[in-house]
Nanobody
């Protein structure tokens, strides 16, 4: 079992950048596929990005492709989400999650962080 804690959220202007971090503890971090999801107010939680155990496979939602970059540092038990050229529609609570399969499906991830708020002003 792994515990996940996100950080790095905040307020940014449109066109700006933020980097989210997700630190894992209590489990073998390197054995998990890691994903980022987000949930805007009044909307369902949606997939953002996922990275395989060694980082060889990466997937992005079409809405963030070319703007966001997911990466991981297994030595630090941390996964990152670099968000560039941000838009107001990126405003949401961002969650990291750990699972066994590189997938966009929420229910395939077993462990979730508490989330961090990201707000993009226009």
């Amino acid at each position: 079992q792994v515990q996940l804690v996100e950080s790095g959220g905040g307020l940014v202007q449109a066109g700006g950048s933020l980097r989210l971090s997700c630190a894992g503890s209590g489990g073998r971090f390197s054995s998990y596929v890691m994903g980022w999801f987000r949930q805007a107010t009044g909307k369902e939680r949606e997939f953002v990005a996922a990275i395989s155990r060694r980082g060889g496979r990466i997937y992005y939602a079409d809405s963030v492709k070319g703007r966001f970059i997911i990466s991981r540092d297994s030595a630090k038990n941390t996964v990152y989400l670099q968000m560039n050229t941000m838009k107001p529609e990126d405003t949401a609570v961002y969650y990291c999650a750990a699972g066994q399969e590189v997938t966009t499906r929420l229910n395939a991830y077993d462990y979730w962080g508490q989330g961090t708020q990201v707000t993009v002003s226009s």
